[in-house]
C-alpha cells in the first residue's frame, strides 16, 4: 500500500463591496463638490484663509448656492469614504493582518469621513439668510470649518493610509510604489498639522488630498481581496 500527499491550494474571497469603485465614488463626489465653488463655477471663488475678513464675508454673501452645492456633495462623498475604511480593514484582517495599523487605518479613515460630514455642515449653516450679516459669526464659521476640513482631514486621512501601507508592506499585499506613494502622503498628512500654529505649512493640505485620491483608488483596485490555503490530499 502506497500513498501520496498533495497540496491544494484553496480561495476563499472576502464579501465586501468593491474597494476601488468605493475609492472612484468618492473621489468624483469630493471633486464635484469643488467645481461650483473654484474659478471653474464662477467669480469670485472659494476665498483661502489668508484672505481678508471682508472678502470671506462678503463671498458667502454673493454666493450661498454654490456652497450649498459644494456642501452637499462633499458630505454625501463622506459616505463611500466610510464604507471603503469598514470594508479595508475587514478586508486586512481576513488576509490575517493582526496588528495595531489596521485599527489606527479604522480610526483614520472613520475621522475623515466624520470631519468631511462636520465641515459640510459647516457650510451648510453658512448659506441660510441672515447667518452672513453677522461678519463675526462667519468668520468664526469659516475658520472653524477649514480647521475641520484642511488639517483635520489630511492628519485622518495620513493614519488611514500609514495604518493600511505598514501592515500591506510586511505582508506583500499591494505593489510597492503604493506602499511608497501611500507613506510618503502619511507624512505630509501628520505634518499638515502644523499649519494650525504655521500658515506657511498650508501646502501640505492639498498634497495630502489629492494624490491621496490616486493612492486610494489604486489600493482598492490592487488589494487582495481572496485568501489562499494549503490543503493536504492524499491518495493510496
Not at 462678503?58 to 462633499?74: D, E, I, N, T, W
Not at 505598514?166 to 510604489?177: E, G, I, Q, S, T
Request: proline residues 7%; glycine residues 12%; charged residues 10%.
Amino acid at each position: 500500500m502506497s500513498s501520496n500527499a498533495q497540496s491544494v491550494q484553496v480561495g476563499r474571497r472576502h464579501q465586501s463591496p468593491p474597494l476601488g469603485v468605493l475609492a472612484i465614488v468618492f473621489t468624483v463626489l469630493f471633486c464635484a463638490g469643488l467645481y461650483p465653488v473654484t474659478a471653474l463655477g464662477g467669480k469670485p471663488y472659494f476665498p483661502g484663509p489668508w484672505e481678508s475678513p471682508q472678502t470671506i464675508v462678503a463671498y458667502f454673501q454673493v454666493r450661498p448656492s454654490a456652497v450649498l452645492l459644494c456642501a452637499f456633495l462633499q458630505f454625501g462623498s463622506a459616505i463611500p469614504l466610510g464604507i471603503f475604511t469598514a470594508s479595508a480593514i475587514s478586508r486586512l484582517r481576513f488576509l490575517g493582518v493582526q496588528a495595531a495599523g489596521a485599527d489606527i487605518a479604522l480610526f483614520g479613515g472613520f475621522a475623515t469621513a466624520f470631519l468631511l460630514m462636520a465641515n459640510s455642515c459647516v457650510l451648510w449653516t453658512m448659506t441660510y439668510p441672515g447667518v452672513t450679516h453677522d461678519a463675526a459669526v462667519t468668520q468664526a464659521l469659516y475658520y472653524f470649518g477649514f480647521g475641520l476640513g484642511g488639517p483635520g482631514y489630511s492628519v485622518s486621512f495620513g493614519l488611514l493610509m500609514a495604518g493600511i501601507c505598514v501592515p500591506a508592506f510586511f505582508r506583500k499585499l499591494v505593489p510597492r510604489w503604493i506602499i511608497l506613494l501611500g507613506l510618503v502622503l502619511a507624512l505630509c498628512g501628520e505634518l499638515s498639522w502644523l499649519d494650525i500654529e504655521f500658515p506657511s505649512a498650508l501646502f501640505l493640505i492639498p498634497l495630502t488630498r489629492f494624490p491621496g485620491f490616486v493612492w486610494m483608488i489604486a489600493t482598492g483596485f490592487a488589494l487582495p481581496s481572496t485568501r489562499i490555503r494549503q490543503l493536504e490530499g492524499g491518495s493510496q
